[in-house]
């Protein structure tokens, strides 16, 4: 069982930046893979990027070269680090974890309530 708790969310003007934190407790998630996702309000919630237990590193299309993922094991936390953010980046985003990397296994992974990105234009 892992436990998940997002952090960092906000409201930004276009072309700001937002780090966004998820800490994890219960079972050894350092051996999870970990993704970040979001979700806009009447759209259906999509994958921003993930990073396996190995260090491996996958982002969705319009998050490359804006977004850095990456998880400090040692402190049971996983980050976002958004830059030049946009308006249509505004959303609800959550952490999750899985065994393995996939998006059928984050379906029934663990997953955190959520924070608020807001970014006005």
């Known amino acids: 069982q892992v436990h998940l708790a997002e952090s960092g969310g906000g409201s930004v003007q276009s072309g700001g930046s937002l780090r966004l934190s998820c800490v994890g407790s219960?079972?050894?998630?350092?051996?999870?893979?970990m993704g970040w996702f979001r979700q806009a309000p009447g759209k259906e919630r999509e994958e921003v990027a993930h990073?396996?237990?190995?260090?491996?590193?996958v982002y969705e299309e319009s998050a490359k070269g804006r977004f850095a993922i990456s998880r400090d094991n040692a402190k049971g936390t996983l980050y976002l680090q958004m830059s030049s953010l946009k308006p249509e980046d505004s959303g609800t985003y959550y952490c999750a974890a899985s065994p393995v990397c996939g998006t059928v296994a984050f379906r029934s992974g663990y997953w955190g309530p959520g924070t608020q990105v807001t970014v006005s234009s």
């Open positions: 219960g079972d050894d998630y350092s051996t999870y893979c």
């Open positions: 990073i396996d237990d190995d260090g491996t590193i």
